[in-house]
T-cell receptor, first 112, second 115 residues
Framework: TQLLEQSPQFLSIQEGENLTVYCNSS?????LQWYRQEPGEGPVLLVT?????EVKKLKRLTFQFGDARKDSSLHITAAQPGDTGLYLC????????????FGQGTTLQVKP | DAGITQSPRHKVTETGTPVTLRCHQT?????MYWYRQDPGHGLRLIHY???????DKGEVSDGYSVSRSKTEDFLLTLESATSSQTSVYFC??????????????FGEGSRLTVL
C-alpha cells in the first residue's frame, strides 16, 4: 500500500515568516500534486510535478519533487494571512486511472 | 469553476439507515471519485468510476457501494450507516492524461453525521 507522510500536520506562524511542508513516501510516484483547501470547500490544485528533481514556482510558493520521485516539499516565502488553509500532497501511481493517494494534510495558520 | 454539485450538502441520520449521496457533473469527464475526509487522515478514496457502469474499489470501500448509470451522475450509497461513517464526503472528477493522472476537480463536500 502506498502511503504519503506529510509533516508537520499543523503550523502556526507570523506573517512574513518562511515555512516548508514535507511529503515523504517509500514508494515511487509517477507524479505528485499539491492542493490547497479552505474551510467548507473542496481542495483546489496548486501544482503538478512530474520529473524527479523538478522545481516549480508559483509566486511565493516553491514546489520540489525529489530526485527519486518519492518525496516532495512546499516552501512558502514571506507567508501572508491569505496563505492560511489546509495543504495536501497527493501522489499518482503507475495505473492509468487517475487515482491519487493523499497525505494527511498540513493545516497552516498565518497570523497578521 | 468545474461544474460539480453534491447533494445533500448536510445530512444527519441514525445508525442502520440507508444513505445515498449524489454527485452530478456537467463537464463530461470520464473519471469520477468519492473520497472521505477525516481529521488526521487527509482524503481517502472510497470508490471510483472510469466510465458508465464501470466502477472499482478504493482503499476504504467496506460499507459503501456506488453506481454510475449516466456519465454525469455518480451515486455513493451507505446501505446501513454506522457512526464510523460520520465524515465529510467529497466527489471529484478528472480527465486522466497520458501521465496517468490529471487535475482533480472537487465538489464542495457533503457532511454526514450518523448518530
Amino acid at each position: 500500500t502506498q502511503l504519503l507522510e506529510q509533516s508537520p500536520q499543523f503550523l502556526s506562524i507570523q506573517e512574513g515568516e518562511n515555512l516548508t511542508v514535507y511529503c515523504n513516501s517509500s514508494s515511487v510516484f509517477s507524479s505528485l500534486q499539491w492542493y490547497r483547501q479552505e474551510p467548507g470547500e473542496g481542495p483546489v490544485l496548486l501544482v503538478t510535478v512530474v520529473t524527479g528533481g523538478e522545481v516549480k514556482k508559483l509566486k511565493r510558493l516553491t514546489f520540489q519533487f525529489g530526485d527519486a520521485r518519492k518525496d516532495s516539499s512546499l516552501h512558502i516565502t514571506a507567508a501572508q494571512p491569505g496563505d492560511t488553509g489546509l495543504y495536501l500532497c497527493a501522489g499518482a501511481g503507475s495505473s492509468n486511472t487517475g487515482k491519487l493517494i493523499f497525505g494527511q494534510g498540513t493545516t497552516l495558520q498565518v497570523k497578521p | 469553476d468545474a461544474g460539480i454539485t453534491q447533494s445533500p450538502r448536510h445530512k444527519v441520520t441514525e445508525t442502520g439507515t440507508p444513505v445515498t449521496l449524489r454527485c452530478h457533473q456537467t463537464e463530461n469527464h470520464r473519471y469520477m471519485y468519492w473520497y472521505r475526509q477525516d481529521p488526521g487522515h487527509g482524503l481517502r478514496l472510497i470508490h471510483y468510476s472510469y466510465g458508465v457502469k464501470d466502477t472499482d474499489k478504493g482503499e476504504v470501500s467496506d460499507g459503501y457501494s456506488v453506481s454510475r448509470s449516466k456519465t454525469e451522475d455518480f451515486l455513493l450509497t451507505l446501505e446501513s450507516a454506522t457512526s464510523s461513517q460520520t465524515s465529510v464526503y467529497f466527489c471529484a472528477i478528472s480527465e486522466v492524461t497520458g501521465l496517468g493522472t490529471g487535475e482533480l476537480f472537487f465538489g464542495e463536500g457533503s457532511r454526514l453525521t450518523v448518530l
